[in-house]
Each structure stands twice: as structure tokens, then as C-alpha cells.
């Protein structure tokens, strides 16, 4: 694969060291010309020195040869519009790291579901790690084609599970209601605002965007 990095900071790097070491194609965008040429030694991989946020310089990361943008700088405002210039440009994936938990309904509002925010997940995996738990073992469990998608319930969605009519190869697992997690059955009744979340096939995944993306919502 192709991947692309908005901003040269230490998640980036650590993550573009490990992509690279399996074999993957990297392009590091940065605007200090100083941090590139500290770091350009140490990686083999492509460096862009420009504002990843400026459409030129993205395009000239080449979006129709990129599989995934990853906007990684430590600012929450560069980040969005980073990522919402990449997508405006055609990268298939756009990944957005931001540090402010308060800018995570404008993503989702502006349709930028693969939204990480790195305190909330640390502090989790710290969390469960002291209770004995390793969510680290999730991906032993979650292979090949199985995906996990998540959305946010609207009022026509508020129906039992069953009356969802989702792919044969989908099935809602669970949701979080008022910040509690619950299993959820097939005759579990979903309300507005719960966020709900499926098991499915990774065929899916594109109906189940087009249905429930805010970006899409305006469309139906």
C-alpha cells in the first residue's frame, strides 16, 4: 500500500517506522525543512516540505496512488481541514487525530468517521489493563473480512434491531446509551442517539456508509 502523513510528529513517525518495515510505501509531509532533514537518513520513505492542509501539496502526494491520508499534526484545526481537503481530493481513506474529545461530533458531523483520539484510547487500553483485560486481543478475534461499523441512531432508526432489515452478513452486537454499554438482541429497541454497533462483513461496509454517514444524510 501507499500511505501519506500529514505533519512528521512522533505518532507519525512511529507509525510510518512500522509500515515501512512491512514493506509499504510511505510519503511524509511536513513544513519544517529542519525536521526533514533531521529525520530523512533515518527513513526510507518520500518527504513532501509543505503545508499538508494546502491542496497543492496534497495533490502532489498523488491521492489516485494513495490508499490512506493520515492527518497526525498537533493541531485538532490542521487536521480537519487537512482531512477534509484530502478527501475533497480523492484519497480513498482519511485518518484524523484529534486531541480535543469536544471536535469529535464536528467529524462526524463532516463525515470523517476513522477519527482517533489518542488520550481517550491510552487511557482505556491503561484502564482495562489494570483490571486484567488486553484489548490488544481483539485482533486475534477480528480477522480476514470481519469489520466492526458504528453509528449514531436518528429518529427513524429508533425501531427494534430486527426491524433494521441489515445485510445478511451484519448484525448489531451491542450500543451505548447514555455512555453505558449494552448487548443488544434482536428485539432490543434502539433510541435516538444511541450509538450502535454492527459486526459485519467488509462487503458491507459501503452500504452501511451510504446509509447511515452524516455527509450522506443530506442526500436521502
Known amino acids: 500500500m501507499r500511505v501519506a502523513f500529514v505533519g512528521a510528529g512522533e505518532m507519525s513517525l512511529r507509525t510510518a517506522e512500522l509500515l515501512i518495515a512491512r514493506g509499504h510505501q510511505v510519503i511524509i509531509i511536513e513544513t519544517n525543512r529542519k525536521k526533514i532533514d533531521e529525520i530523512s537518513d533515518d527513513f526510507d520513505c518520500s518527504f513532501l516540505h509543505g503545508d499538508g492542509s494546502k491542496p497543492p501539496i496534497l495533490r502532489e502526494a ?24 484530502g478527501r475533497s481530493l480523492g484519497f480513498k481513506r482519511v485518518i484524523t487525530r484529534i486531541q480535543d474529545p469536544e471536535f469529535e461530533v464536528i ?8 477519527t482517533i483520539i489518542p488520550s481517550r484510547t491510552i487511557g482505556r487500553y491503561l484502564a482495562d ?31 427494534a434491531v430486527e426491524e433494521l432489515n441489515l445485510p445478511e452478513s451484519a448484525k448489531v452486537v451491542c ?13 432490543t429497541r434502539l433510541r435516538e442517539k444511541d450509538e450502535v454497533v454492527i459486526l459485519t462483513h467488509s462487503e458491507n461496509l459501503q452500504a452501511l456508509r451510504e446509509r447511515w454517514d452524516p455527509k450522506n444524510q443530506g442526500n436521502q
Open 62 to 85: 498523488g491521492p489516485e496512488h494513495t490508499d490512506a491520508l493520515f492527518c497526525l499534526t498537533d493541531s485538532d484545526q490542521a487536521n480537519l481541514i487537512a482531512s477534509l481537503v
Open 107 to 114: 467529524c462526524r458531523e463532516l463525515g470523517l468517521q476513522d
Open 129 to 159: 489493563m489494570l483490571e486484567g483485560l488486553d484489548i490488544l486481543e481483539l485482533s486475534t478475534v477480528i480477522r480476514g473480512e470481519a469489520r466492526f461499523y458504528s453509528f449514531s441512531a436518528r429518529k427513524e432508526d429508533a425501531v
Open 175 to 187: 450500543y451505548y446509551r447514555g455512555g453505558r454499554f449494552y448487548l443488544a438482541g434482536e428485539k
